[in-house]
């Protein structure tokens, strides 16, 4: 089957533009998962959705970061205001329940802010 | 809170070689134990995963890890590497039990060379 996709696969914005990142999860996956890697930050854990709330969004970098879930499928992470720190790889991930919370990624989204 | 420790960032080796890729981890809690691969410019894919039972867990594209409880370890091992493993290799950690996020290593770059 399909499995988990993202959208765009690059980005390059202004600073100071607003940014929309899609994910598509696999199919009758609950859980989604939102993380960002950059270079010598590692892979940082950002929001996580269990249906279409979020239960934890702690790793949210600022009040700039965003992300909803609707209709337990697609989620969109939003940065208001990007800043060139923000520039990164926005990893997406979903699981389903009783596998042992094995994530699926997808490719990612290169986001680059001028 | 959990913790990831990748005590080597890189790790250079000959094909045919064997190869160990070390991670060490904390936690208050039992522990969920996973290995992923990133390819350059690609999404992480799963290798292998511990959850319970035998602690010598094999995975895919001939690798394996043991879980060693006492020493807080999750060795990735491969007895002769390709110059196709050439990749950075991610250690993770979650909580054992229902969902949670995974929090990562800093990653440890395997570099085939013939």
């Known amino acids: 089957g399909a499995g988990v996709s993202q959208s765009p696969s690059n980005k390059v914005t202004e600073k100071g533009k607003d940014v929309e990142l899609r994910c598509d999860p696999i199919s009758g996956h609950t859980a989604l998962y939102w993380y960002r890697q950059s270079l010598g930050q590692g892979l940082e854990f950002l929001i996580y959705f269990q249906g279409n709330s979020a239960p934890d969004k702690s790793g949210l970098p600022s009040d700039r970061f965003s992300a909803e879930r609707t209709g337990g499928s697609v989620s969109t992470l939003t940065i208001q205001r990007t800043q060139q720190e923000d520039s990164a790889v926005y990893l997406c991930a979903s699981s389903q329940p009783g596998s042992g919370n094995e994530q699926f990624f997808g490719p990612g989204t290169r986001l680059t802010v001028l | 809170a959990q913790s990831v420790t990748q005590l080597d960032s890189q790790v250079p080796v000959f094909e045919e070689a064997p190869v160990e890729l070390r991670c060490n981890y904390s936690?208050?809690?039992?522990?969920?134990l996973f290995w992923y691969v990133q390819y350059p410019n690609q999404g992480l894919q799963l290798l292998l995963k511990y959850l319970s039972g035998s602690t010598l867990v094999k995975g895919i594209n001939g690798f394996e890890a043991e879980f060693n409880k006492s020493q807080t370890s999750f060795h990735l091992r491969k007895p002769s590497v390709h110059i196709s493993d050439t990749a950075e290799y991610f250690c993770a950690v979650s909580g054992g039990s229902g969902y949670s996020t995974l929090t990562f290593g800093k990653g440890t770059m395997l570099l085939v060379s013939p």
């Open positions: 936690s208050s809690v039992s522990v969920y």
